[in-house]
């Protein structure tokens, strides 16, 4: 078994493809819409299955926000450098909700950024990525 994808629904689907796309540095996987049911849905992600899990954007024709609850904690993106990815993600119109630091507790460095919809996504400081894709 693997990790194929993680949905978020969210209220406009265009805004948040612009956030993972343009803010995160994902690509744009794929999209479908099914009319009958009346949702859209958008994959992102920095490769597709079967490399890394995907996120899968769903957007339910005319809702615009949802109740978010308190169960639902967050996504992790492992970045090479967390403060040099908070700047980019500042410079490119991100909201970081909590800057560059060690985790309570530890050593680890870590940051939270919030989406349009308000979903937290943790950075974790890992060297391992200073040479692959994604968020640099």
């Known amino acids: 078994m693997r990790l194929l994808h993680t949905m978020l629904r969210v209220g406009n689907l265009q ?14 996987l794929r999209t479908s819409e099914n009319p009958e049911y009346k949702y859209t849905l958008a994959f992102v992600g920095y490769e597709n299955n079967p490399a890394q899990a995907e996120i899968e954007l769903t957007y339910n024709w005319g809702t615009e926000s949802y109740d978010m609850g308190n169960a639902y904690g967050h996504i992790a993106l492992g970045v090479p450098d967390v403060k040099a990815a908070c700047d980019k993600i500042k410079a490119a119109g991100g909201n ?17 950024v919030t989406d349009p919809d308000g979903y937290k996504i943790e950075l974790i400081q890992r060297a391992e990525y200073a040479s692959g894709g994604g968020l640099r």
């Open 15 to 28: 805004r948040s493809i612009d956030f993972y796309t343009q803010v995160l540095g994902m690509k744009l």
């Open 96 to 112: 970081v909700t909590r800057e560059a630091g060690p985790v309570k507790g530890g050593s680890t460095v870590i940051a939270f």
